[in-house]
């Protein structure tokens, strides 16, 4: 099954991604780099957008790199239902570029956070968490924009229809402000788009994959976009 991970420059966390992804039986995981464009996408059979630092984040966290042509075929992809997964900088890039509603803005401390943080799976119906309904998980982070923001209406919205997937807690999954990295509204980590096939997240699921890393929590988020990818 081909998987892509597309590279821009600045990306910083394709390997990772790339190793988690392949140690899935049955994923041929395979990088792309932006300058490839739309068409090199055509054979996925689901996207990712990994983490770190498009363009030098100029101008805003993820905004060059959402005008980049090789968008085009991300938004066929979505258009299409097949998975996209957006981590860290690709949850920003998603949003910058319509994908997913809101935007991510600099964390409420001024700061770079990068520390493990509990997560309360929110939604019932993302095929992203089958399996992790309410469950209590583990991941890190590690941003300095990964502040959630969108209106009032939108968040209703996105609260009415279990888009909100992940919000930041406490280790006992009580979702109050001391368990909130960067100040998102409604504490939230992660939201999908309206289809469904479309997800960003804050967290990053590859550096939770293996037991030496301290969780297997993401591990079972990456496997559940692998089966949706099947779909």
Not at 31 to 42: R, Y
Not at 136 to 161: K, V
Not at 184 to 202: D, L, R
Request: net charge neutral; aromatic share 6%.
């Amino acid at each position: 099954m081909p998987i892509a991970v597309l590279r821009f420059p600045g990306t910083n966390n394709e390997k990772d991604i790339l190793q988690a992804l392949s140690a899935i039986p049955g994923v041929r995981a395979y990088l792309v780099t932006s300058h490839q464009g739309p068409h090199a996408l055509k054979e996925a059979t689901g996207i990712v957008i990994p983490g770190g630092f498009s363009y030098g984040d100029y101008l805003r966290a993820g905004a060059v790199a959402a005008a980049a042509e090789v968008m085009d075929g991300i938004r066929d992809a979505a258009a299409e239902g097949r998975p996209v997964l957006g981590i860290c900088n690709g949850f920003q890039i998603l949003a910058e570029a319509g994908l997913l509603p809101g935007v991510l803005l600099p964390n409420e401390s001024a700061r770079f956070v990068c520390r493990w943080v509990h997560l309360r799976v929110s939604s019932r119906s993302s095929m992203f968490t089958r399996g992790l309904e309410d469950a209590i998980i583990r991941l890190p982070i590690a941003h300095g924009e990964g502040n959630y923001h969108c209106d009032a209406e939108e968040l209703r919205r996105l609260t009415r229809s279990e888009r909100v997937v992940f919000r930041y807690c406490n280790r006992d999954g009580e979702v109050v402000d001391e368990a909130n990295p960067n100040g998102s509204v409604h504490s939230i980590a992660g939201v999908i788009n309206a289809q469904g096939n479309v997800m960003g997240m804050m967290p990053h699921p590859e550096r939770a994959s293996r037991k030496q890393l301290g969780s297997t929590d993401g591990m079972r988020i990456l496997e559940n976009f692998v089966e949706a990818c099947l779909c």
